[in-house]
């Protein structure tokens, strides 16, 4: 099965930027064990001013934020993900945006054919199709990088619509399908 990094389009400059989330929303408590901790939070956050602010569909950083119509849409593939709702706020414009944190499980399935640099940075990616099969969204256990990893048919699903502000990049994997597809 193919599998894809999901990733915001930085080809959009005038993306909307959450301002004070990584503050608030340490990378710590983005695990299924901590999620309830989310719950004590503010999850109310001003936006970078700008003249024109594009609400794009998937906002990678600080933190990962899915729009409504992106989280409806996982969410059929997935429906046991947590989701926290986050609000953006566009004081001057008086403006409030509804995005989604989610947790996606962390798996183990890295290739041992995946390659790293010497400081443990990723140097070549490839998933193990076997270990990854039962999952359609998700994170890799094992790597620094926070990718978020999804599969071929949550891809397409993704790419029929007209979500606006995501990027696909297609992993290498090692299993049946990529030796049957050589």
């Known amino acids: 099965m193919n599998y894809f990094i999901l990733s915001q389009d930085e080809r959009i400059?005038?993306?909307?930027?959450?301002?004070?989330?990584?503050?608030?929303i340490k990378k710590e408590l983005l695990t299924?064990?901590?999620?309830?901790?989310?719950?004590?939070?503010?999850?109310?956050?001003p936006v970078l001013a700008k003249s024109e602010n594009d609400y794009i569909d998937f906002i990678e950083k600080p933190i990962a934020l899915l729009a409504d119509s992106v989280k409806q849409l996982v969410e059929k593939y997935e429906p046991r993900l947590p989701f926290k709702p986050v609000v953006l706020m566009d004081m001057p414009k008086l403006k409030q945006t509804l995005y989604w944190l989610v947790i996606p499980p962390k798996v183990?399935?890295?290739?041992?054919?995946?390659?790293?640099?010497?400081?443990?940075?990723?140097?070549?990616?490839?998933i193990d199709e076997t270990l990854a099969a039962p999952y359609t969204f998700f994170k890799i256990e094992g790597i620094k990088e926070d990718y978020i990893i999804v599969n071929i048919e949550l891809a397409e699903s993704m790419l029929r619509r007209t979500f606006r502000g995501i990027r696909l990049r297609k992993v290498q994997t090692e299993g049946r399908w990529s030796e049957v597809l050589r």
């Open 13 to 24: 400059s005038n993306a909307v930027e959450p301002i004070g989330i990584a503050q608030v």
């Open 108 to 126: 183990a399935c890295l290739s041992p054919q995946t390659e790293f640099h010497l400081d443990g940075t990723l140097k070549k990616l490839v």
């Open 32 to 45: 299924v064990e901590r999620m309830e901790e989310l719950e004590e939070l503010e999850r109310q956050f």
